[in-house]
DNA sequence: CAAATAGTGTCTCTAAGACAATATCAC
DNA sequence: GTGATATTGTCTTAGAGACACTATTTG
């Protein structure tokens, strides 16, 4: 095929107008609060890792970590690497949520967003060692839809509230379409990002397949429901769990002692 | 906030590289072909939309419909306006199916596209007549993984037989990535597309939600279930099928008369 | 022993699969 | 009537929710 070669050389891509592509990341955490009273286990929250912008557009507001795509990467690659730049953690899991095109969404032009949600495990955030100080933070997650439909996505670090509210568009499939009524403070259309994120994170969550990324690799089934129940916000009876997730798991013959009750037996992901 | 202005006029998008970035449009539909023998209902095929490349690079090869985003348009109107341009055919639902970034996966350059799956309903295909001479056809789909794990995608019109060959790899999160063994004479990386394509239209068939986007407004249970096992690839007992969607679809007081056998209802789809 | 979590067993309810039986048309 | 599909009902089974009960640790 000569004339492919004569055409391809003959071809500019810089004829055409072309967007900018950025990656964005919704890195997800589930952070174990440690005990308020005695005798009592631990508290879970769902986290989300945001970072404060210092320059302009939207400076001095929260966003999601990501950046633009460079050439000869995926834009997998590029979601890895600009939350690794921007916030020190590295993600180990990393799922696609969408593109995000609507003209307008940013102000510095035609820019076309790939996001994704990733999941880290609160052990590779200790090592990272958070800076109370630094741009990048933890942001405790509340999202709920109300009686008239409206969803509320509410997130909190220390005195810093972010509170958006949004409106779902039904489209042709079932799938809805976030519309932002207040982004609450939050950079870009990072709300309608944030909260197309974790319908996609309890959807797969659902599936007893997603929710092992937010553990180690040996975890007591108490702490594998503590995930599940974080991220769907909803409580299940133990035993029931423990039944659900039995074709999952497998036991090692390790158990975690020195709690103030029965020790627990660690167990593993089962490789199917 | 004038520094905000300030920064904007000053920011020009044009002093980075940028990928050029295309829509891929898996528009399907199911066909009825006609009685082969007497008193035998119909029989249902998947079919695919793909357009016959005029021009380089892969020119003569088979490649689904898409084409170059423009400033101020969305991906999906992209996706709606180039499907239109190239098959004449305009799809009623759109799904996104995920970004395709593999760098080289385009001999032209740096171009990125955003995958989408579409339906289009066998009524207004009928209504745009399709000629046979024409640069787009609607191939017939078998997509099966074999023993080993390989999965073999095969499109057929007339004459005309693609078989590509595809392995599943293994991302973090349960959906796999499709690594392309063999093209089978499709264009770019369209095997691969296709073949994640069909896997988002089987995931979303399983919700009783999508399947009416392939038929006109009424129809029989009938028709909806061969839609269902059609896209699916299975078979259900007509009675536990009619039961499994009967909170999804209400009556009408019409009824289909003149076939051999005794008239059908013609539901429509309720409206939760 | 008390308090707490770990872990097991069982009843019930519901949704889905199998299958049988009846209904109504064209010819 | 015959052959076909339409439509309804019933039996059975698998899985999830509710709940009660036992086990094992620390203080």
Sequence with gaps: MDSEKAFLSEYNINDYERPSLTTDVAAFMISTEEK???????????????????????????????????KDETIEECALRE????TNVMPTALMPVGAFSKPGRDPRGWIISNAFV???????????????????????????????????????YEDVLLKAVLAEEKTSFGRGEFRIIDNGGLAFDHAAIISRALT??????????TIFDFLPEKFTLTALQRVQETIMNVSVLPGNFRRMVSSYVEETDEYVKGERHRPAKLFRRKKQ
Excluded: C
């Design 36 to 70: 308020q009273n005695e005798r009592k286990g631990p508290d879970n929250k769902l986290r989300l890792l945001l970072i404060k912008r210092g320059g302009h557009p939207f400076k001095d507001m929260w966003a999601l970590p990501g950046g633009f795509l460079k």
């Design 200 to 209: 996609v994170l309890r959807n797969e969550a659902k599936n007893y397949d």
């Design 83 to 86: 939350t690794f730049e921007e």
């Design 118 to 156: 990733s999941i880290i495990t609160e052990e590779s955030v200790k090592q990272v060692g958070m800076d109370d100080a630094s741009d990048a933070q933890w942001f405790s997650v509340s999202f709920d839809r109300d009686d008239d439909g409206v969803y509320h996505l509410s997130l909190e």
